[in-house]
């Protein structure tokens, strides 16, 4: 008989509220309501358990998605608006994972142990980045409130343990 795995688990941390042109993904969090923070701290040491102290048959995946606003410049060609969009989508998905990777380093080293590159080291952790530019707005067409909503990171973090 086969043993029952028990499902995966998928948590979706959502940051919104960069201004027009914002890609600092520490900037944002320092401002992030205590319970979001808590959460997000959760999951960074849960990163940092798994990189210092490997549980068997257990596997961690992480992807940040980057979204942006539309780029309404009218100075600017169809071209040039959706390298923008891009542009922040990526530079925003970037800062959020080299945050998450400063601060599982940091979890690690307070538990005295070199993390090193752990995010290209520990064969239990993956990882990826997702540029969704303006691909999944949530207000279209937007109020300017709306917008900061529109520009957000999303972490997506699934632990997986089949045992």
């Not at 959760?42 to 210092?52: E, L, P, S």
Request: contains cysteine; charged residues 20%.
């Amino acid at each position: 008989m086969a043993k029952r795995r028990k499902p995966m688990r998928l948590q979706a941390l959502t940051f919104d509220g960069y201004g027009s042109g914002q890609t600092d993904f520490a900037a944002l969090v320092s401002n992030t309501p205590q319970p979001d923070m808590n959460m997000l701290l959760t999951v960074v040491d849960i990163i940092a358990g798994q990189v210092t102290q490997p549980v068997a048959n257990q596997f961690i995946s992480i992807i940040v998605v980057g979204h942006s606003d539309r780029q309404d410049n009218p100075n600017f060609s169809c071209d040039q608006r959706r390298e923008s969009e891009i542009t922040a989508a990526r530079d925003r998905a970037d800062s959020a994972w080299s945050w998450i990777k400063s601060t599982v380093s940091s979890r690690a080293a307070e538990a005295g142990f070199d993390a090193g590159e752990w995010w290209e080291t520990s064969p239990q952790v993956t990882w990826g980045m997702v540029f969704a530019a303006t691909g999944m707005l949530r207000h279209d067409p937007p109020s300017d409130a709306e917008r900061r909503l529109n520009r957000r990171v999303v972490i997506l973090v699934s632990l997986f343990n089949p045992q």
